[in-house]
Nanobody, 119 residues
Framework: QVQLVESGGGLVQPGGSLRLSCTAS????????MGWYRQAPGKQRELVAR???????NYADSAKGRFTISRDNAKNTVYLQMNDLRPEDTAVYYC?????????????WGQGTQVTVSS
């Protein structure tokens, strides 16, 4: 059984910062890409940023220059440092990981963590 558990969401004022964390646990052989997605009310889920096991990254245009994705392979953890947050960043943020486990390889999702940017 593989699980992704996120933490770090909350309420922050515009211009503030938050750091999200997501840790994978369970019967894991390897993790390829890890990433963060978000879904605002009434909108589709969208990619925010992702990172390969080698550290290659890519970002949505809305995240470039403000957000930084990183990972600790030894801890099976991915982070998202979010700076200069804006009201339009308000959404539920989901962790995603491409995991090879016992007898299965596929995408796993976390339960989501709410980020609210408001004064």
């Amino acid at each position: 059984q593989v699980q992704l558990v996120e933490s770090g969401g909350g309420l922050v004022q515009p211009g503030g910062s938050l750091r999200l964390s997501c840790t994978a646990s369970g019967s894991i052989f390897s993790i390829n890409v890890m990433g963060w997605y978000r879904q605002a009310p009434g909108k589709q889920r969208e990619l925010v940023a992702r990172i390969t096991s080698r550290g290659d990254t890519n970002y949505a245009d809305s995240a470039k220059g403000r957000f930084t994705i990183s990972r600790d392979n030894a801890k099976n953890t991915v982070y998202l440092q979010m700076n200069d947050l804006r009201p339009e960043d308000t959404a539920v943020y989901y962790c995603n990981a491409d995991i090879q486990s016992s007898g299965y390889r596929g995408p796993y999702w976390g339960q989501g963590t709410q980020v609210t940017v408001s004064s």
